[in-house]
């Protein structure tokens, strides 16, 4: 009720009794709190509230008492935070048990729930009896989302229905906060839900926003089942980005959850839906399918990078960033792409300038027991060859890698041969070429084994496979990545 310990606010309580029991009582506390109840008690001694009406903030009671079974509540004000009454209303209420809601009217200037804000929001809730079995329905209007929507009393009767006309969220930094604020704080881990206590649904939204940007349309189906929900049919994007996938949320006979996910992603360029998603800044083109089964034993919002089991593949094609960007620091956990460039660029300053470009990244990462590892991640750009094998520790946050790089000298040779000993040279070094194909590249590949830390790990080159032939590596010693 944000009262300070040592602020003083009015109470008043008035009661009647009836058959030497409570049966109405009116509550006023400042001008935070007004309500009226009506309680039942049954022959065993249980007592419950039959009727309940309460007013918070500038909010007034519909009745000074209150009127048919169940609980009206009406809120007025610029700032709350649900989480506490979530959680308590979550939690074991003793005896005393709460009327069904029968309606609610919200106008809140900050609706605070967990890490997320909602601001400007205007919520109605009532139940609907004349059709069917009851269900609650309403409306919320709000600066990111605005629609309606139907929840039905008995799982059994659904689905329940979410009809959004817009949705915005926020992503990138803000790790998913709805405000416009940044988060300050890691998301809290939200009361245990049991998903076999839900009704399926059907969810869409017809304008998806991320950081502001139109980001298409999103449509989810969901069915019950004997272990919770299956998640039948997603569908999220527009023209150029497109994320489709089913899955399950299902609650475990020891009590513990499980949630799968089969997704597929596929992007007419991934730099542009990097840098709408807030997650990189300067990549440019990659059109990308990037597809994969995930599972964890937890509900679909608990997911943690180490409890991770399955499969992720990704066939991603060319790219470029005009300079190294933060964003592309970690390719998917598994590669420091920064401080692997660094050192490319020290050993063979004359394939590796400034930025980063490639032509195609494709390979295929596991998950399972707190790692991800891949033995055939690829990276081929315009001056190398980059094949990448080993493991990142999802829990340690660490690698342990050995990437070998094959420079694209083949190529070039012909051309140099010509410049430099006549066409005769040239169509020598040209025929050798076609009979050797990459064997000639591989003459100059050079192996590097990354070991320590994601964000600053050691590269150290364990051959001089460039010593011979192709690019020369640079004699100097390199610093530390």
Do not use: C
């Not at 249980?46 to 007013?55: G, K």
């Not at 890490?115 to 609650?136: C, V």
């Not at 470029?320 to 920064?338: V, Y």
């Amino acid at each position: 009720m944000a009262k300070g310990r040592e602020e003083e606010a009015p109470f008043s309580l008035a009661a009647q009794l009836a058959a030497r029991q409570l049966s109405q009582a009116r509550l006023h506390y400042g001008d935070r709190l007004d309500a009226a109840l009506r309680l039942h008690g049954d022959e065993g001694g249980n007592t419950s509230v039959d009727a309940l009406e309460i007013a918070i903030g500038d909010a007034d009671l519909l009745a000074d008492a209150p009127g048919d079974q169940g609980l009206r509540l009406r809120v007025r004000m610029d700032e709350l935070d649900l989480t506490p009454w979530a959680e308590a209303a979550l939690a074991d209420g003793g005896d005393l048990t709460l009327p069904p809601l029968d309606r609610a009217h919200l106008i809140i200037g900050n609706l605070h729930w967990r890490e997320h804000t909602l601001n400007d929001l205007a919520l109605r809730i009532g139940i609907q009896r004349d059709d069917g079995p009851e269900a609650w329905t309403g409306d919320i209007h709000s600066r990111r989302i605005s629609g309606r929507f139907r929840y039905p009393r008995e799982p059994v009767h659904g689905p329940a229905t979410i009809e959004l006309e817009r949705l915005a969220l926020r992503m990138g930094r803000n790790d998913g906060a709805m405000d416009d604020d940044n988060a300050t704080t890691p998301p809290r881990a939200p009361p245990a839900i049991d998903p076999r206590q839900l009704p399926g649904f059907l969810a869409s939204a017809e304008d998806l926003l991320i950081n502001d940007e139109p980001m298409g349309r999103v449509a989810l189906r969901a069915e019950r089942s004997p272990h919770g929900l299956d998640l039948t049919a997603m569908e999220i994007g527009n023209d150029r980005h497109r994320l489709s996938g089913t899955g399950h949320w299902y609650q475990q006979p020891d009590g513990k959850q499980q949630s799968e996910l089969a997704f597929d992603l596929a992007s007419d360029s991934l730099g542009e839906l990097l840098i709408r998603l807030g997650l990189a800044e300067k990549l440019q083109g990659a059109p990308a399918r990037i597809a994969g089964r995930l599972s964890w034993p937890d509900g679909p919002f608990g997911a943690a990078d180490e409890e991770m089991a399955g499969t992720l593949s990704l066939a991603i094609l060319q790219g470029s960033a005009p300079e190294m960007d933060p964003g592309l620091g970690r390719l998917f956990g598994l590669l420091n792409i920064t401080a692997l460039h660094r050192r490319l660029s020290f050993d063979f300053s004359d394939l590796f300038g400034e930025g980063f470009s490639f032509d195609r990244i494709e390979g295929e990462v596991r998950f399972g027991d707190g790692e991800a590892k891949s033995d055939n991640l690829l990276i081929e750009g315009p001056a190398a060859r980059i094949e990448i094998t080993g493991s990142a520790d999802l829990r340690d946050r660490t690698l342990d890698q050995r990437i070998t790089v094959s420079g694209k000298v083949s190529s070039a040779l012909p051309i140099a041969g010509t410049l430099t000993g006549g066409p005769a040279v040239g169509a020598a070094l040209l025929i050798a070429q076609q009979l050797l194909g990459d064997k000639m590249d591989r003459i100059s590949a050079a192996e590097y084994q990354i070991s320590g830390p994601w964000d600053d790990p050691a590269v150290e080159r364990i051959n001089k496979g460039g010593d011979e032939d192709g690019a020369q590596p640079n004699r100097n010693t390199p610093p530390r990545p």
